[in-house]
């Protein structure tokens, strides 16, 4: 097999994987009491829905990306996505 053929075979696999885990919920951080929901109440949300991956919602190097719905400090309806990187885990909370 030429390196070219090997070469496409692994990127082919690895796309598989992370639509897998991204798929299965692996990356992204689910739930009300998650590491995203705490995140979000620290900047003043009240999150009410906290799961599901975002395939756009965050840059290349966010690793995790977690959807999200709530109430803002000023009682309005928020909504986006809490992006983690994977190897510093910084995270940031990116609006609709």
């Known amino acids: 097999m030429n390196s070219k053929k090997m070469t496409i075979g692994v990127a082919t696999g690895l ?3 992370f639509v897998g885990a991204a ?5 992204s951080d689910e739930g009300l009491d998650s590491s ?4 979000l109440k620290d900047v003043g949300v009240t999150p009410s829905e906290v799961g599901g991956y975002s395939w756009t919602g965050c840059g290349q190097f966010n690793f995790f990306s977690t959807k999200f719905k ?19 885990g910084h995270k940031s909370v990116r609006f609709d």
């Open 36 to 39: 995203a929901a705490k995140v």
């Open 23 to 27: 798929a299965s919920g692996l990356l």
């Open 15 to 17: 796309f598989a994987c």
């Open 70 to 88: 709530g109430v803002n400090d000023q009682g309005r309806d928020v909504s986006g996505v809490v992006c983690e990187t994977l190897f510093t």
